[in-house]
């Protein structure tokens, strides 16, 4: 966590501007199926580790690394910030949520209200010219030094890469759910539950309409592929029996393959250099 959040801190100091993304084993997945979600995330310049398989997987195959949990990432930025003098900017969430994250940060991080920009854009699946340009104009006119960006896993990484070409300059992370635990409008999976990897099914129970369907892809993802590394057959008949296994104890060793993924031993991935997806199912 400690590497990121210097990786960070020098990038906002020098204005070089980045795109870091919280990855987890979705992400893993749409970079396997989909090729325009995999251009985006090659081109970004930090991707760590957020889910805890991805962790296990790395720590499996070098003996070392380090989970940056996209919430805990936030907080240990904005206690870093000693003077309180970066400007953070909250984009995605409701109305509601982004009020109380600003409340939250000027009360118990003890940042100036004017530090604090967010903006809360319509609800859709894509965004057409007009919301990017809205949206540009809105940071612009802010001028901030971190974009948080929390929204849907695709969405966030399509509207990260986006604005990242339109606004220069600037550090845009992607964090999911964080906005929701930092808001408090949602119950944060406990730390031991989270150590053990188990949030997912903490998260399923919460909220099983809205994440079934997406968990059941990431399941049927990592159990088809140990299927077929144990097999060597193209034929899923049988995968079902290592489903569950290959999120709780299987399936790191399988995913993760390639050594030199960590920087200094910790917990940073540079795609540009050792791009963590890109081993991925090779």
């Known amino acids: 966590m400690g590497e990121s959040v210097w990786w960070i801190k020098n990038r906002v100091e020098t204005k070089k501007g980045a795109v870091v993304y919280c990855a987890t084993l979705n992400e893993a997945k749409m970079y396997k199926d989909d090729d325009k979600i995999k251009k985006m995330l090659d081109e970004a310049d930090l991707i760590t580790a957020d889910g805890m398989p991805l962790v296990w997987g790395i720590r499996l195959k070098t003996g070392m690394g380090e989970r940056v949990y996209g919430p805990d990432l936030m907080k240990k930025i904005f206690m870093d910030d000693k003077d309180r003098r970066w400007k953070h900017f909250f984009l995605g969430s409701t109305r509601e949520n982004l009020e109380k994250i600003r409340v939250r940060l000027v009360g118990e991080y003890g940042y100036k209200s004017k530090n604090i920009g967010s903006y809360s854009p319509e609800f859709k699946r894509r965004f057409n010219q007009d919301n990017y340009k809205k949206i540009k104009k809105i940071i612009e006119k802010f001028k901030p030094d971190i974009v948080w960006v929390g929204m849907g896993a695709e969405k966030q990484i399509v509207v990260a890469n986006r604005l990242n070409k339109m606004i220069k300059g600037v550090v845009w992370i992607t964090v999911g759910a964080a906005f929701d635990f930092l808001a408090g409008s949602k119950k944060q999976c406990p730390k031991l539950i989270r150590s053990l990897g188990f949030e997912w099914l903490f998260r399923l129970i919460n909220e099983p309409g809205r994440l079934g369907k997406r968990y059941w892809k990431v399941f049927y993802f990592v159990g088809r592929n140990i299927f077929l590394r144990l097999t060597k057959y193209k034929n899923i008949g049988i995968f079902f029996v290592f489903l569950f296994l290959s999120v709780l104890v ?31 199912n090779h």
Do not use: A, C, H, W
């Not at 390639?258 to 250099?273: A, F, H, N, Q, R």
């Open 250 to 280: 299987v399936s790191p060793q399988f995913l993760v393959r390639s050594p030199g993924l960590i920087d200094d031993g910790t917990d940073l991935l540079y795609v540009k250099e050792n791009s963590f997806f890109r081993i991925i």
